[in-house]
């Protein structure tokens, strides 16, 4: 048999989401961020919102993720995207509001508005991206980057007495009234990226059900920043970030 | 009739923002404004009108939360004081990168710093001259009673729609504190989510319809020709604001050999002087510049010809001054007088300046 013969619509089992554009990603070979657009795409889409879908993009690599979405997309100042969100959210409050952030966006610059929006309960979802670095900037040290962990700002590696602790600032939204889901995630296999694909199509649903704040960290792999291969990037991942940053649902009602 | 109310300043605000239609108000609290908010929340117009009224956490997430309602082409605004506008010029420089619409309340206190909690006029460079980053520009209206609060509200939305970008109020504790008679102008009905996707669904991020590509707001571009081809489109922006919107107020200045340029509370307390003035022979007008920009220039200018002298009076070390001097480019005197810190000038004080520095 040929490939030909083989390429037909009834065999089809996997599709790229209509809700993702054909622009070419700039995200690096590797990098989550490309899989956790698909996931959101890909939930947009099963759940036909895409016309009641509003995106809030940070600063930091994903600030281009309006580019490869196609919804409306506000792109935010640094860190404060939470309160963008807040007010399109209260303004139009049957539309689905998302913020997408990184981990310098979300857990350094932006902690105010993040903490108090969850703690308004404010009905949007929001989308952590945790990879313990800084990846638009050029590898420096995040809030999350672990001890002993190399970067351009800690070229020695993180040390506490210099630098402070890896802020596990998930855990902290957590204990916040208004989250009613806070999940943490990753996508570096077939079988975790079909349980972050659940974790963010409830997330949508809770927003819809006016539950309250749903937050959902992803664990991520920066393999240019961290200097490894991908393949390198997801070992080291599973057996560095995982132990620190334990995977698994922390809050759901 | 229309009904007439006895307000402060700074509820006359209040009021107007939910009589002009206003979609959401988002702010922080601080004197002497507090009572923007306060009033606001007694009226409960998310019962009424619909209006969203909210308080933030601070007055960085305020002006962001301005940022994500005029994103959904909704009419938002906030009020602080100095040290709060100072956190929002950021804020104030994205909108107007994105052009977006916005109406930001500044009832001043003395600065620098925490300062005091008295009126002042110190941020006059921070609202025209930029405040935040990068080459951008806003409207500023400068209100010189309680009523002018009030309708510089509605002037100010219609402006900041007309051109999608932020309008500031330059207000200050004086005129935010102090009880007027205001009259309530006819209500203006919240746009319905329908007609706002109407009229602006074209730019704002109002849902994505099946027939357009997802709308995209963003100061952002990387490419130098692309941001230079913005920066020269808002330039042009600018401009026009420039030849269509300056207003101003002259004030005996049709014999006047002395002029006086004074803006907000200044202003009403050189009407004073303008009576001394009067009685004791000396023909004293004033110019009381309504945009503090667009700069009433060229109303400056064609007063030149009859002039002896200018003298600018403002509630700070002399800041408009430079703009009248840029105005009259040396072909006539220009001088100060001001005081700072919350101290307010008497129409005598003036009246004793104007006399010392001209020799009269």
């Given at each position: 048999m040929d490939v030909k013969d083989i390429i037909k619509p009834e065999n089809l089992v996997y599709n790229k989401s209509k809700v993702l554009t054909d622009t070419i990603m700039h995200y690096c070979p590797g990098c989550s961020h490309g899989v956790v657009h698909k996931l959101l795409a890909e939930v947009i889409e099963d759940m036909g919102i895409q016309d009641n879908a509003i995106g809030?993009?940070?600063?930091?690599?994903?600030?281009?993720?309006?580019?490869?979405?196609?919804?409306?997309?506000?792109?935010?100042?640094?860190?404060?995207?939470?309160?963008?969100?807040?007010?399109?959210?209260?303004?139009?409050?049957?539309?689905?509001?998302f913020t997408y952030q990184g981990d310098g966006d979300l857990a350094s610059i932006g902690t105010a508005e993040i903490m108090h929006a969850c703690n308004r309960g404010e009905n949007i979802v929001v989308i952590f991206i945790n990879n313990a670095i800084y990846g638009m900037t050029g590898g420096q040290m995040a809030p999350t980057t672990l001890l002993g962990m190399k970067t351009a700002t800690t070229p020695y590696g993180r040390r506490a007495d210099l630098n402070g602790y890896p802020f596990k600032i998930t855990e902290l939204i957590a204990q916040l009234e208004g989250t009613c889901y806070v999940t943490r995630q990753s996508v570096q296999n077939p079988g975790s990226v079909r349980k972050a694909k659940k974790a963010i199509r409830k997330a949508f649903e809770n927003s819809a059900q006016k539950k309250g704040t749903s937050f959902i960290e992803i664990v991520s792999a920066c393999n240019s920043n961290w200097k490894m291969t991908p393949v390198q990037a997801n070992k080291w991942m599973e057996e560095n970030m995982f132990p620190f940053y334990p995977l698994g649902d922390i809050k759901d009602r | 009739m229309a009904e007439k109310l006895l307000k402060k300043g700074n509820e006359a605000i209040a009021l107007a923002a939910i009589r002009y239609g206003a979609d959401g108000y988002f702010g922080y609290p601080i004197t002497p404004q507090s009572e923007v908010m306060e009033t606001l929340m007694e009226e409960m117009p998310w019962e009424t009108t619909g209006m969203v009224v909210l308080q933030a956490e601070s007055e960085t997430s305020s002006i962001n939360m301005l940022y994500g309602g005029a994103c959904c082409g909704k009419k938002v605004m906030t009020s602080s004081s100095s040290p709060g506008i100072s956190l929002m010029c950021e804020g104030m420089s994205y909108m107007a990168g994105a052009e977006l619409p916005c109406l930001v309340v500044n009832v001043i206190r003395g600065g620098p710093g925490l300062g005091t909690i008295q009126p002042a006029q110190g941020d006059y460079f921070q609202s025209v001259k930029g405040g935040g980053h990068g080459d951008y520009k806003i409207i500023v209206l400068a209100p010189a009673s309680v009523q002018e609060m009030y309708d510089f509200v509605g002037l100010g939305f219609e402006l900041a729609f007309k051109y999608r970008n932020p309008v500031l109020i330059l207000s200050d504790g004086a005129i935010g504190q102090m009880m007027e008679k205001v009259e309530l102008r006819e209500p203006v009905r919240r746009l319905t989510d329908?007609?706002?996707?109407?009229?602006?669904?074209?730019?704002?991020?109002?849902?994505?319809?099946?027939?357009?590509?997802?709308?995209?707001?963003?100061?952002?571009?990387?490419?130098?020709?692309?941001?230079?081809?913005?920066?020269?489109?808002?330039?042009?922006?600018?401009?026009k604001m420039r030849e269509n919107e300056v207003r101003f107020e002259k004030m005996m200045c049709d014999d006047a050999e002395y002029m006086l340029v004074a803006f907000g509370s200044s202003a009403r307390i050189c009407e004073g002087t303008l009576e001394i003035a009067r009685e004791k022979g000396i023909r004293l007008g004033l110019l009381r510049p309504i945009t503090l920009f667009p700069f009433p220039?060229?109303?400056?200018?064609?007063?030149?010809?009859?002039?002896?002298?200018?003298?600018?009076?403002?509630?700070?070390?002399?800041?408009?001054?430079?703009?009248?001097?840029?105005?009259?480019?040396?072909?006539?005197?220009?001088?100060?007088?001001?005081?700072?810190?919350?101290s307010i000038f008497s129409p005598e004080e003036v009246f004793g300046a104007l006399t010392k520095k001209f020799n009269l």
């Open positions: 809030v993009s940070p600063v930091g690599c994903a600030v281009f993720a309006y580019k490869y979405i196609n919804i409306d997309w506000q792109q935010a100042a640094h860190g404060r995207a939470p309160a963008l969100a807040t007010a399109t959210k209260r303004l139009y409050p049957d539309k689905y509001v | 329908q007609e706002i996707a109407e009229k602006y669904g074209h730019w704002a991020t109002v849902g994505k319809p099946a027939s357009r590509h997802g709308n995209i707001i963003s100061s952002l571009s990387l490419a130098a020709s692309e941001m230079e081809a913005i920066n020269l489109r808002l330039q042009e922006k600018f401009q220039e060229q109303a400056i200018r064609e007063m030149l010809p009859q002039l002896k002298g200018i003298m600018s009076v403002e509630l700070n070390s002399g800041q408009m001054v430079e703009d009248v001097r840029l105005a009259v480019n040396g072909t006539v005197p220009v001088e100060f007088y001001g005081r700072m810190g919350g």
